[in-house]
């Protein structure tokens, strides 16, 4: 007898929620005559698939979980749940150095700039 193995997939590899590193730099957003510091920052973005079942996978929330599960299951009530999305979970600020319209330098908290971490939600 000859084995058979599992299907291999010459496909692309399944994209599980995950954070992308994505670097802006002030000076391509032409920002860079008013803005003092930092010349740019690692902002970050989530992509990728929210596969059931979620426990194993990325971050979740309960809501996230039975939204997955009645997907899942093709439950219909008045309408079709929509798939959880893989979403940033938890944000950081950045510090930015700038001369405002009068040409004082001001130092400002700008939150939920940063993309930390991802989760489906």
């Known amino acids: 007898r000859r084995i058979r ?3 291999r997939n010459k496909g692309p590899a399944l994209q599980i929620c995950q954070k992308i590193l994505y670097y802006v730099n002030f000076e ?5 005559d008013w803005l003092i510091s930092p010349k740019g920052f690692q902002t970050n973005y989530c992509k990728g698939k929210c596969y059931f079942p979620l426990a194993n996978g990325p971050k979740t929330t309960n809501h996230a979980t039975l939204q997955s599960f009645l997907v899942r299951m093709g439950i219909r009530l008045d309408h079709e749940f929509p798939h959880p999305c893989c979403v940033p979970d938890k944000l950081s600020p950045i510090n930015l150095l700038y001369y ?8 400002k908290v700008f939150q939920d700039m940063v993309a930390d971490r991802c989760g489906c939600l």
């Open 100 to 107: 405002d319209d009068d040409n004082n330098v001001v130092l």
């Open 5 to 7: 193995s599992v299907s």
């Open 28 to 32: 391509d957003l032409g920002w860079s």
